[in-house]
């Protein structure tokens, strides 16, 4: 590491610390010419998650779209903030983990649906009827059997 005052490269490391949100090392240096001392962060270097749209148009992965979508599914329903950004967490948790660069929006459109069915039905069948465009009642009814066919065959195997 450079010293940012002579710029001499040999500087060692006299204290290293957490940060308080456990993301980035805290690291207190001192430059071996001159004897200053300075702070450097050390953390993991994020991939940009790129996410392909429908239209084909791409753009950065955004978890405050995701989290506003699901705020929105969930409104009125006793579903709690934390309960709705541990959703977030594990959603992008899982896309950082597939080591792709990019993703269709419709892989996570998919995704959120999975997550919405188990913390709560009404927030589905809403953010479902969005997402999927259903255009009439009888899309609603479909999607409903469906689910509850999943629910109701989860229950006998």
Do not use: W
């Amino acid at each position: 590491m450079k010293c940012p005052f002579c710029e001499n490269e040999d500087t060692k490391v006299i204290d290293s610390r957490h940060t308080e949100e456990g993301t980035a090392i805290r690291r207190r240096r001192e430059c071996e010419k001159c004897g200053k001392r300075f702070t450097t962060y050390e953390k993991i270097e994020e991939v940009i998650l790129v996410v392909i749209k429908k239209d084909g148009s791409r753009e950065p992965f955004d978890r405050n779209k995701l989290l506003n979508g699901i705020i929105k599914a969930c409104e009125k329903r006793p579903v709690s903030l934390a309960d709705m950004e541990k959703c977030v967490d594990d959603i992008e948790r899982g896309l950082n983990n597939m080591m792709e660069k990019e993703v269709k929006s419709t892989f996570i459109g998919e995704l959120i649906m999975e997550k919405l069915k188990d913390l709560d039905e009404v927030a589905y069948v809403r953010f479902a009827s969005v997402y999927r465009q259903f255009t009439d009642v009888n899309t609603f009814i479909s999607e409903i059997e469906k689910m509850l066919g999943t629910k109701r065959g989860g229950r006998n195997a």
